[in-house]
């Protein structure tokens, strides 16, 4: 724990739920100032993005009447470019940068992995259409995408929706208190883009339905299985979902090595990053304050440099 005062905490109630359950929904934690950067700059590119289409004659209008909720709805009935271009990593302006390094995300973040704070570029933003198929994403744990070498330790997955997520739209669904028996067989599919964990391999635990309103988060740990299933409603339910971990885990961000901290080596076996494809970051450190990324330019340049390394392949194709 830090020896700065935290102004965001999570109170013994709610730790022992994270702990007991695998995952806490916090209402109410974000404000405007703290979304409406990132909700800008995401109509900011889906204009200009739509905008690039009607002048190729791919698309007859860009739809920007119909606001934030509904506009990539009604382009998606003529085009799944728009989507497709974003979702993901797509997008990496400021905005999405200072929301990942939002102090009081890095407040709770840190009281759970430690102070020495490594935030991934495995950060998604996910505009899910109604009633179109990509957006579903099977059940999974976190860990499923992620090196074995990491199971044992705390990756945290934030998810936050960007308007009221609910069962209609196609919130996430978790099951509770299964985290703690470690990871689950899970199976690759030919031509789909997500793993599953294959329903005979389905922890035996009632899932549960986890709507989350606009400005609440949804804390999860990587072995919290979780799923989402399709928006049968007419607005886009725009989430994002955004990591963190220990720096005292395998990163393959350009930090100096303290002592203790696993170095990637042959002798250690350690992989080069828990998740190698994607590039990592400081984001607060006591120790190395220097050294935390701070400028949305090196963001943005640190993931357009990362020579991504592949993830040990440990799962089957689905049988
Ligand atoms: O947002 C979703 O629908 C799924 C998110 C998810 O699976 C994740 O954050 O790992």
Redesign the pocket.
Known sequence: MSTETLSTRLTEEQIGAFDRDGYLVVDGFFNDDDLQPVIGEITEEVNKRAAELVAKGELSKSYAEYGFERQLAMISKETDKVALSIWNGGLAGPAFFNLIRNSKLLDIAESLCGPELIASSVY?L?P?IPNYNY?A?PW?Q?SGYTEPYCDKALML?V?LPLVDANQEN?C?WVIPGVHKDGIVRHATRKGKPYLIIPDKDLPQRKPVCVPVKKYGALFLTNMSP?A?FENSSDIVRW?M?LRYQSASLPTNAKITRLPGEVVSTPETSAPPACYPPEADFLVRSQKRPNEVVNDPAIFHRIRKEHMGAGVTSRWKLED
């Open positions: 998604r996910r899910k957006g994403v999974h976190d997955t998810w196609g996430m979780h989402s989430s979902d």
